[in-house]
């Protein structure tokens, strides 16, 4: 059974979007607007970052930081695991290589 998609219109620093998503999803991505706008308002608010879109990057950056920095229960560190991943596609990525160079 799929989720109907919802319309929902949200503000962030002022601008108004109008953003789908699946209605079981809904109070999720209202949080994550209101966390977005917060982290936000913090940067434009410290006066170092000027501008919507570095602001916005600024934010996204230090929020995908603290991502990575999180660990799970069970002790698992998300950034290493992701950067052990990269390192196994890249060796993966070389292997291919070398093979169709062989043809």
Do not use: W, Y
């Not at 940067?43 to 990057?57: H, P, Q, W, Y």
């Not at 196994?88 to 169709?100: C, F, G, K, P």
């Amino acid at each position: 059974m799929s989720d109907a998609i919802k319309q929902l219109d949200i503000s962030i620093m002022g601008r108004e979007f109008r953003v789908a998503c699946p209605e079981s999803e809904e109070a999720t991505l209202l949080q994550a607007v209101q966390l977005l706008d917060n982290r936000m308002h913090e940067i434009r608010g410290n006066g170092k970052v000027i501008g919507l879109e570095k602001i916005a990057i600024m934010a996204a950056l230090n929020m995908t930081h603290e991502f990575l920095q999180t660990k799970v229960p069970g002790g698992i560190d998300i950034g290493a695991f992701q950067r052990r991943i990269d390192g196994m596609n890249s060796t993966i990525d070389a292997v291919l290589q070398e093979q169709t160079e062989l043809f």
